[in-house]
């Protein structure tokens, strides 16, 4: 035991005398973690921002088709519910949106060169997308340029033509001996979709912590329109048939371009920090030409093949199809009023 006493304190006074030497080469280690600094650096503020919410758009739409001398005409009045969202990026004064809305209720009145009616409901959904970059402002408002994407479907129900769905003479009932036939019938109502570039200006102003006002207008240089119209010519009557006769064979097929403008405006009012209640308006318009396609089919009734009085020739059919390529233009405008409520995280 006496031993031990002088080798502890040998080694105690040589760790004593090394202790300034392991100072001075603490940075040889540097996977040690150094003190906490006295004052912590706050985070940086999130440049992002949320948005999202629900609209309700009241519209009036007006719709004109012509094909060569024929032409569709509807008014309507429609209701439509919408979702939307929009993310603003701070850091490079830009922001992303999307919105879709789909119609639940649609009602008005149509002509056709031949006939008029009540819309019997029909078909309102759009899908878009803008993104948008202000780099002219303050915190107060910006204004800047946007680039967008807009998928349309625009089809009140017209009433629909009805169009042999027989395509050759095996498609025809017929009973051998007598003068009557019958076809086979289908029809369908409007539809029409339209896919629009949207190239425009924004802006938005905060005139408040509680008060704020978003607008945009859109050219639309370039829209692609196609569908079909289900009421521009004639019905087709119902059977049974005798002798020959023309019948329609498809309905009439719509295919062209168009250009136009777009425009909305919305005051919104903040009761709370991260709530808002906007109102506004809404129009979009559009015009051009389109190609129209259709066909019919030419039926030779029964015939008596040998001049026995017997009619035991089956009747025969012929199809030929038509391509109007001129004096169809056509024009669609919706326009109305907007209710919102959006909430910002």
């Given at each position: 035991?006496?031993r031990?006493l ?13 202790a ?14 150094p ?20 609209r ?10 012509d094909?060569?001398?024929l032409?569709?005409?509807?008014s309507d009045?429609t ?25 639940f209720l649609?009602?008005g009145?149509?002509?056709?060169t031949?006939?008029?009616g009540s819309?019997?409901n029909g078909?309102?959904?759009y899908v ?13 408002g910006?204004v ?32 051998e001996?007598s ?5 086979g019938?289908?029809s369908?109502?409007?539809n029409l979709?339209?896919?629009?570039l949207?190239l ?17 207008v ?6 692609h329109?196609s569908?079909?119209?289900?009421n521009?010519?004639?019905d087709s ?6 002798g ?12 062209g ?13 903040k ?6 209640l906007?109102?506004g ?15 019919t ?28 390529t ?7 405008f ?5 209710a ?6």
């Open positions: 035991m006496s031990l002088p080798i502890a304190a040998v080694s105690t006074l040589a760790l004593c005398l090394a300034p030497g392991l100072a001075a080469d603490y940075g040889m280690y540097p996977e040690l973690r003190a906490y600094p006295n004052q912590w650096a706050l985070p940086e503020d999130d440049p992002l921002r949320f948005e999202a919410g629900l309700y758009w009241y519209s009036w739409g007006e719709q004109d088709f094909v060569g001398p032409n569709q005409s509807t009045t209701h439509s519910g919408e979702a939307h969202f929009r993310i603003d990026d701070d850091s490079t004064q830009s922001y992303v949106k999307g919105y879709a809305g789909y119609a649609m009602e009145d149509y002509s056709t031949v006939s008029s819309i019997a078909r309102l959904g878009g997308a803008d993104f948008g970059y202000m780099p002219f402002g303050n915190e107060v910006s800047g340029g946007l680039i967008g994407y807009l998928y349309w479907n625009d089809s009140p129900n017209a009433g629909r033509n009805s169009f042999t769905a027989a395509d050759s003479s095996a498609d025809i009932a017929w009973t001996g003068p009557f036939y019958n076809l019938f289908d369908e109502a409007n979709d339209i896919h629009a949207r425009g200006l924004t802006g938005r102003a905060e005139i408040s912590d509680m008060i704020d006002i978003t607008a945009e859109a050219a639309v240089p370039y829209a329109v569908g079909n119209l289900g521009v010519l004639m009557a119902s059977g049974p048939f005798t020959n006769n023309v019948f329609l064979s498809s309905p009439v097929n719509v295919e371009m168009g250009y136009g403008a777009m425009g909305e405006v919305m005051v919104g009012f009761p709370t920090e991260n709530m808002a906007r109102v308006g809404r129009a979009w318009y559009l015009q051009g030409q389109t190609e129209a396609t259709y066909s089919v030419s039926v030779i009734g029964p015939a008596d093949s040998d001049a026995d009085g017997d009619l035991d020739q089956a009747p025969t059919l012929t199809e030929q199809g038509y391509i109007t001129q004096d169809n233009p056509f024009s669609l919706r326009y109305g009023l907007l919102e409520l959006s909430v910002t995280f």
